[in-house]
Structures are given as C-alpha cells and as structure tokens.
Nanobody
Framework: QLQLVESGGGLVEPGGSLRLSCAAS????????IGWFRQAPGKEREGVSC????????YYAESEKGRFTISRDNAKNTVYLQMDSLKSEDTGVYYC??????????????????????WGQGTQVTVSS
C-alpha cells in the first residue's frame, strides 16, 4: 500500500521554526517530485514548496522564499520542509504529495496540485503568540 505520512507540525510562536517530515512507505520517493501544500482556513490549497525527482531542483512560493527549505533524503525515503521565521499567515494544514514530474518543470508541478497522485493526511501548523 502506497502511503505518505507527515509529521512535525504543532504550535509555534511567530519567528519560530518547525521541521516537517514526509515519510513514504510502499514505494520509493526518489522516482517522484514531492510537494508541500498548505490549506489555511477558508482558503484553497496552495503550493508552498516542491522538489524534483531528478536533479533536486526546487521551487518556493514567493512568500516562502528565504524562510523555507525543502530537502530530500532518498536513503530514508523522506522529504523535509524546514520552516524558519514563521508568520501567522503560515498557519494551516500542511500536506505532502508525490507526483510524476516527467515533462513538467518543478514550478509547473507546484502550481497545479492535480499533478500529484499521492497525498498524506496532513499535519497542522499553528503560528500564534
């Protein structure tokens, strides 16, 4: 059974940090582009950051550039999202997803969540004082 499991969410004060993990089972993550998506209350799901399957190229949404870092450890079948300098607007449920990125740039992948075939259950991130 193919499964993605997120962990690492929680409550953090503005300016703080969290590291989210996305662990896969039942398949190897190294064949897939991995994306992190956020769904805030009352808003549509949006791409936060993605990493390609092949050369490790990355994409960040404009508001996350310089604060978030995506990385992958294929040996552990896990992708991470390091989130620093967190803001209240980063609050939401964070999902990781896996998709085949053949013929798409990583920016194109991250812009269309429908390109991702496998999704985790999500982890809540709340940034509040």
């Amino acid at each position: 059974q193919l499964q993605l499991v997120e962990s690492g969410g929680g409550l953090v004060e503005p300016g703080g940090s969290l590291r989210l993990s996305c662990a896969a089972s039942g398949f190897g993550l190294d064949y897939y582009a991995i994306g992190w998506f956020r769904q805030a209350p009352g808003k549509e799901r949006e791409g936060v950051s993605c990493i390609s399957s092949s050369d490790g190229s990355t994409y960040y949404a404009e508001s996350e550039k310089g604060r978030f870092t995506i990385s992958r450890d294929n040996a552990k079948n896990t992708v991470y999202l390091q989130m620093d300098s967190l803001k209240s607007e980063d609050t939401g449920v964070y999902y990781c997803a896996a998709g085949v990125d053949f013929a798409f740039t990583i920016e194109e992948m991250c812009s269309y969540s429908a390109k991702f075939d496998y999704w985790g259950q999500g982890t809540q991130v709340t940034v509040s004082s």
